[in-house]
């Protein structure tokens, strides 16, 4: 299937979410991942409509550069080696990644202007997944006020790769709670609006939850191609 036909179906999906919970259609952003398809199979996204796109390895998102360069808006979801930020910085408009201090001063120095990060929250506390536990994430937005090219836009996090329902929307919930605990501190480089949450499998439920930002790839634009 076309990228187009998928992403009307994944916008009906949205429709709907939003629908049960009176959001607004167009509060949501739709992140094509093309982490693993060809730049041809992006380029497709971008004809479709969709704006946004998403890498996690700064090699990928480089080899697609150099032919879409700046005609998407290009978001880093993967973790970022700090020897690295050098390659993407003047490329990316978001980090969905930022997990640590040493990473945050990198950005920091290597910016020409502000990025909007995301912290990465590992809510489901699962050793596989990066990002920091719930209880660190206020003292460690608090640590960046003296970096200035550093927003913290908003939170991210990866849900448990289940079909529980419970389990994903307690994941959701908890995030969003967090993001209202760093807004109300009123710090001047964190508003914290977004909420990167929900990928193929669970997008509709993060949008349920209150995600801002969706993480889409196999369902929008394939493993491969």
Sequence with gaps: MRVAAKYELIRQQIHEACE???????????IAVTKYVSTQRAQEALDAGIQHLGE????G??????????????????TLQTRKVKNIIDKVEYIHSLDRLSLAQEINKRANSKV????QVNVAEEDS??????????DFIKSLGSLENIIVAGLMTMAPF????????DCFQKLRELRTQV?????DYAPCSELSMG??????????????????????VGEAG
Excluded: Y
């Design 56 to 59: 996690n390895r700064d090699e």
């Design 20 to 30: 049960k919970t009176g959001r607004k259609p167009d509060e949501v952003t739709v």
């Design 61 to 78: 998102m480089l080899e697609k550069w150099e032919v879409l360069q700046d005609k998407p808006i290009w978001h880093f979801i993967g």
């Design 129 to 138: 997944k990066h990002g920091l536990a719930v209880e660190e994430v206020i």
């Design 183 to 187: 807004q109300s501190f009123h710090l």
């Design 162 to 169: 289940t079909d529980d329902e419970e389990v994903l929307r």
């Design 199 to 220: 990928m193929s499998n669970d997008f509709a439920i993060a949008i349920e939850e209150g995600a801002t930002m969706v993480r889409i790839g196999t369902a929008l």
């Design 116 to 119: 909007k990060c995301l912290v």
